[in-house]
Antibody
Framework: QVQLVESEGGVVQPGTSLTLSCVGS????????IHWVRQAPGKGLEWVAF????????YYADSVKGRFTISRDSSENTVWLQMNSLGAEDTAVYYC??????????WGQGSLVTVSS | EIVMTQSPATLSVSPGERVTLSCRAS??????LAWYQQRPGQTPRLLIY???TRATGIPARFSGSGSGTDFTLTISSLQSEDFAVFYC?????????FGQGTKVEIK
């Protein structure tokens, strides 16, 4: 069965960095694009970043552009989200989601990132 | 950026009732629209894609309609497990954008 598993998040101080990983299984990972979507506590869903199946295309939300970097290694079935210069506004559950013709058909369980001093 | 607006914000419904949720896009997204359900404490689940196609395993009581800027998600007879927050999402343009969600709660 299709599974996406994010790494554990954590509590980090403002201005610091954190990298999340998303490992896929149960499908041919190298043929699928992946998104990151986040959800601040008690709030709605916010799309964050996208990487195409071959990493040739990457897109970011304006709110994270220049601070976050998405990458992948399909030999390891893994996508990463490197997050720099974190602020309180980045506190959220981060989900990775599989792209199926541009909508998200499978989601990971989510990883809570808390930015606090 | 395409802004997605859902209404109402909250809907109080009794089990067995028919429910209609609305989603409006600030510009045409053609049929590039998906609906997701998020039960309390759970991960979002894909319900509908391409505005009206049910995802695998989604019960027939869920249906989607619309194109362009106005879309509807209908639940024909609400079941206890359907109480959740529902989000629409457009995938016509970058950035991908979600509506703010409609919470369907027990009346």
């Amino acid at each position: 069965q299709v599974q996406l598993v994010e790494s554990e998040g954590g509590v980090v101080q403002p201005g610091t960095s954190l990298t999340l990983s998303c490992v896929g299984s149960g499908f041919t990972f190298r043929t699928y694009a992946i998104h990151w979507v986040r959800q601040a506590p008690g709030k709605g869903l916010e799309w964050v970043a996208f990487i195409s199946y071959d990493a040739s295309d990457k897109y970011y939300a304006d709110s994270v552009k220049g601070r976050f970097t998405i990458s992948r290694d399909s030999s390891e079935n893994t996508v990463w989200l490197q997050m720099n210069s974190l602020g309180a506004e980045d506190t959220a559950v981060y989900y990775c989601a599989r792209d199926q013709r541009d909508y998200f058909d499978y989601w990971g369980q989510g990883s809570l990132v808390t930015v606090s001093s | 950026e395409i802004v997605m607006t859902q209404s109402p914000a909250t809907l109080s419904v009794s089990p067995g009732e028919r429910v209609t949720l609305s989603c409006r896009a600030s510009q045409s997204v053609s049929s590039n629209l998906a609906w997701y359900q998020q039960r309390p404490g759970q991960t979002p689940r894909l319900l509908i894609y391409d505005a009206s196609t049910r995802a695998t395993g989604i019960p027939a009581r869920f249906s989607g309609s619309g194109s362009g800027t106005d879309f509807t998600l209908t639940i024909s007879s609400l079941q206890s497990e359907d109480f959740a927050v529902f989000y629409c999402q457009q995938y016509k343009n970058w950035p991908r954008t979600f509506g703010q969600g409609t919470k369907v709660e027990i009346k």
